[in-house]
């Protein structure tokens, strides 16, 4: 390729005539290289640079250079463009003057050219390192490079040349190459990001594994019982206290400070029972009263069924994925319940759960739209029978449709192309949805129909201590519901008490009091809104309020899901040992 030389003196004149190329060297000369000296350009084989990858080493492979190794060279090279520059001649132009000296009219440079004028200019470099130059700047050792392109991204702001980077969409996968150091767009962040200067590919691989260190739980603040109707707050027969917050079973030992976690459920807890009852397990296991609780959740919606868990004294306070299991509550690291019991998904969670006085008989309560009571025998997980515990209402004005419509069917929306039409809420607590594309609305248009969930009617669930056969009541929104146990001792017949002359509120609390003397009727208590203590007699068809005491005071105003405004009232009943004592709260 032929060169000419000529013009004034300047900087690439002296440089071509040798005059300042000495000194240049002189003063920029680098150390030996690691990849090896060069002199003059040798028609050997050509070097093969290969920078590397998430897949192999950061050093040198197969004779290649490291990306940071390129930046530090390259950063030289724009100090010795710096150090040449003028006022009326910048960097740029003086590396596009320099560059036109060797230009035969291509407008391009070879390998060998490159490495020359470099030298010339007083930065030695390897043929490996000139390769990794052009391999960087889009261009083949086998052909030469377009100068112009060369100066403009070599001379560039940092800034300006982040944006002229490739583009990726998505975070690095684990498994694929990291090497890619453009522009990474994803969505978590707004604008794009980009791969630090000197980023190492194998730290994508390492990131993807997890770490030698772990946090562990050892301390949980808070309550989350304060919202939910049904008891969820006990002490256990060794003096600590059971409860839960969000999704996790706490026992707090007050004595030590200390606390002992169950991690099992995927969701947030709803309900808490515990067993007052010696319970002997087929396997030969004996849990001493007040050792074993069952916990209830609120469905998942990725999750296919419910469950209701019942445990024993060292924490298994265990539910697994979705709703009632039974666990005992003693210390330890183990986590699976004795005992889950299966439920539908229409079930949607557990409100509450309670122990028979025997503790061999678990009652639950769903919030499905009939909050459906069953009462299983826990130990065999066989269900023995189930009921209606109260029908819901339709919602009401404030009560959200679309809200809930959502958590029926997990995530349902009726936005987006695939869903033509309205949704419309009737009067029967659905929501139907019409195709109205030409405008008509007729009968056949009906597209879908989905029963949304209800606001919750039943409160809680407890049983009779003091009565043969077995029963337990119900209570929530405006009711009170008698459950006796049938002569089979398998089924239960319910049967609604009535307010009588009391004025009907909702019952948020109940206790059964001890009969008197033996094979009398005892009495059942229970907590209003209004702070009253209503007192029921209750029978074989039923029962009925006798009379009312004023305890408390209504208390804090609230406004229940179902859009009703009432008072929090009188949430606590709890007959003391001696069963002479009754306290309230």
Not at 377 to 385: E, K, P, R, T
Not at 392 to 403: I, N, R, T
Not at 415 to 431: K, M, N, Q
Request: charged share 20%; glycine share 10%; with cysteine.
């Amino acid at each position: 390729m032929g060169k000419s030389f000529g013009g004034r003196d300047s900087f690439s004149d002296q440089l071509f005539s040798g005059s300042r190329a000495s000194a240049s060297a002189a003063k920029y000369k680098r150390p030996a290289s690691a990849h090896g000296s060069r002199g003059k350009p040798a028609a050997s084989k050509p070097v093969s640079v290969g920078l590397a990858d998430a897949g192999g080493s950061p050093a040198e492979e197969n004779g290649g250079v490291r990306r940071e190794h390129v930046a530090k060279l390259e950063s030289e090279m724009r100090e010795v463009l710096k150090a040449h520059r003028t006022v009326y001649q910048g960097e740029k132009e003086l590396l596009q003057k320099i560059f036109r000296r060797v230009d035969d009219g291509n407008q391009a440079v070879d390998l060998d050219e490159f490495l020359e004028l470099w030298d010339r200019l007083g930065v030695q470099m390897t043929e490996a390192e000139g390769i990794a130059v052009f391999k960087k700047h889009g261009c083949s050792e086998r052909r030469p490079m377009a100068y112009d392109k060369f100066v403009e991204a070599f001379t560039a702001r940092p800034s300006r040349k982040l944006g002229q980077e490739m583009i990726r969409k998505g975070a690095f996968v684990a498994g694929q190459k990291a090497n890619f150091s453009g522009k990474i767009l994803y969505p978590q962040c707004r604008k794009g990001v980009f791969a630090p200067t000197d980023w190492d590919p194998s730290l994508a691989r390492r990131s993807a594994e997890l770490p030698e260190a772990s946090l562990e739980l050892e301390f949980v603040y808070g309550y989350n019982g304060l919202h939910n109707t049904a008891p969820n707050l006990f002490y256990t027969g060794t003096g600590e206290v059971v409860y839960y917050t969000a999704a996790i079973g706490i026992v707090y030992d007050k004595e030590t400070n200390t606390q002992r976690f169950f991690l099992g459920h995927s969701d947030d807890i709803k309900s808490l029972g515990l067993c007052r009852a010696e319970v002997a397990l087929p396997d030969g296991s004996l849990y001493p009263p007040r050792t074993l609780v069952a916990s209830g959740q609120v469905r998942t919606p990725i999750s296919p069924i419910g469950r209701l868990v019942a445990s024993g004294q060292k924490w298994g306070f265990r539910a697994l994925s979705d709703a009632p299991n039974v666990h005992p509550v003693e210390g330890g690291a183990g986590n699976k319940p004795l005992q889950t019991l299966p439920f539908d998904p229409s079930a949607r969670g557990i409100l509450a759960v309670a122990f028979s006085p025997d503790g061999r008989t678990l009652v639950t309560v769903s919030s499905d739209n009939q909050h459906t009571v069953c009462v299983w025998d826990w130990i065999s997980g066989a269900l023995l029978c189930e009921g209606k515990g109260a029908p819901g209402e339709p919602p009401q004005a404030s009560y959200s449709p679309l809200a809930a419509l959502k958590e029926a069917v997990g995530g349902y929306s009726s936005s987006g192309p695939e869903v033509r039409g309205r949704d419309r809420t009737g009067a029967d607590g659905c929501v139907h949805q019409w195709d109205v594309a030409d405008g008509n609305l007729t009968v056949d248009r009906l597209q879908k129909t989905i029963q949304l969930p209800v606001p919750f009617k039943v409160y809680g669930a407890l049983w009779d201590p003091f009565s043969s056969p077995m029963r337990f009541v119900t209570y929530g929104v405006k009711h009170l519901k008698l459950w006796t146990e049938g002569a089979d001792m398998s089924s239960y017949q319910s049967s609604s008490c009535t307010f009588s002359k009391c004025p009907m509120q909702n019952v948020v609390s109940a206790e059964f009091l001890k009969p008197p003397a033996a094979g009398s009727e005892g009495l059942l208590a229970t907590g209003m809104p209004s702070g009253e203590i209503y007192l029921w007699k209750l029978g074989e068809s039923g029962g009925k309020a006798v009379r009312t005491i004023m305890a408390h005071k209504s208390g804090p105003s609230v406004v229940l899901p179902d859009g009703q405004q009432t008072f929090h009232g009188l949430r606590c009943l709890k007959l003391r040992a001696d069963h002479r004592t009754l306290l309230s709260a």
